[in-house]
């Protein structure tokens, strides 16, 4: 990135770094009940090289733009917005944040539900405090980096992808707990094959849809008399008489115990338990939360047929991406499903 960099700002970086996009195995629309997920990190990343600068600019080798930005003043509406968030709440804990220079390159596809956004600002605030020799732990950096996203981009996601991108490790999957903001990294063993194939069609009405879901389970919870869905169980939820609330409720409650499953499947290398985990994630998803699509549950049903073990939608969902457990040694499997869906793509 070293030439790229001195072709963009007319001068050498000062110092690197990278952050990895993320697939969720198990475990989607929990972290903001402060449930529990199984996110794994991906082999894509982000890489980010930066210098100090007069004032602060940013290019993007995929925009081919090189733009203006300030992290003290209002957001830019675009993706610019994603590196300055994350500073701006650098800077509100009292951190060094000075004016820099950032060159952006990411093997992450942007807007597949993959965390492109989590990638590119764990890679960011990791830059800057190597630049200024400042500190802080993965779970400090991926608040901050959900911070910004919350405050300054206007999202309002949950901390699943900030954390796997930043205290996810290569070939473990991460239990997180979204109560308490830690996680456990749990090896996974090498039967274990996951593929990610992209719908092909583009996410629709995700931030509305989004805060309606997030809303749905917040009420859900108020209604119980708890704090969170987080501290619900499923034989106290016949409580809630609103059809819909209930059926919101229930997705998370169900959804928090098939992550703990999960685990326990994974550390007992049973993929047969495992798959069967991720198809009650998927029916609960489409049916109970209301976030799949006909262009997601095509795939998913073409990817079991085709010789996947299980297969679920990943991520918010409206679009993206679903991912596959698929036995090793099943060539046949992705033309399989090609051929079925035309338009979907393998990441
Ligand atoms: C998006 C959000 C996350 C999480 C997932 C659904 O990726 O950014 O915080 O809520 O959706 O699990």
Not at 214 to 230: F, N, Q, S
Request: aromatic share 6%; net charge neutral; proline share 6%.
């Amino acid at each position: 990135m070293r030439e790229a960099f001195d072709r963009a700002f007319g001068h050498s970086p000062a110092v690197a770094a990278s952050a990895p996009g993320r697939v969720n195995l198990i475990g989607d629309h929990t972290d903001y009940a402060e449930g529990f997920c199984l996110p794994m990190p991906l082999p894509l990343e982000t890489h980010v090289a930066l210098a100090p600068a007069a004032s602060f600019r940013a290019r993007s080798e995929a925009m081919a733009a090189t733009l203006a930005f300030d992290p003290y003043g209002p957001p830019r509406g675009d993706w610019t917005d994603y590196i300055a968030g994350p500073l701006a709440e650098l800077a509100k804990t009292g951190f060094e944040v000075p004016p820099v220079e950032i060159l952006v390159r990411s093997s992450v596809p942007a807007g597949a539900g993959l965390s492109s956004s989590a990638a590119l600002e764990v890679a960011t605030l990791r830059a800057v405090l190597a630049l200024t020799g400042q500190r802080l732990s993965d779970g400090e950096i991926a608040r901050l980096a959900q911070a910004g996203e919350n405050n300054y981009c206007g999202v309002q996601c949950g901390i699943l992808d900030q954390m796997a991108s930043a205290a996810g490790r290569r070939g473990h999957a991460l239990l997180l707990d979204c109560r308490t903001n830690t996680g456990r990294r749990v090896p996974v063993p090498s039967a274990f094959h996951f593929n990610i194939v992209h719908c092909g069609a583009p996410r629709r009405l995700v931030d509305g849809a989004y805060n309606a879901r997030r809303k749905a389970t917040a009420d859900a919870a108020r209604h119980l008399g708890l704090p969170m869905l987080r501290d619900a169980d499923a034989s106290g939820l016949a409580a809630l008489t609103d059809g819909e609330m209930l059926k919101r409720a229930r997705h998370v409650v169900t959804e928090n115990a098939r992550v703990l499953a999960a685990v326990a499947a994974l550390e007992a290398a049973d993929l047969h338990s495992f798959g069967a985990l991720m198809n009650e994630s998927h029916a609960s998803l489409a049916g109970d939360f209301d976030v799949s699509t006909p262009a997601l549950d095509r795939l998913v049903e073409s990817a079991r047929r085709a010789g996947a073990i299980g297969a679920r939608l990943t991520g918010a969902g409206f679009g993206g991406c679903i991912v596959a457990l698929v036995p090793a040694g099943l060539p046949e499997w992705w033309p399989g499903v090609a051929a079925a869906n035309p338009h979907a793509w393998l990441v």
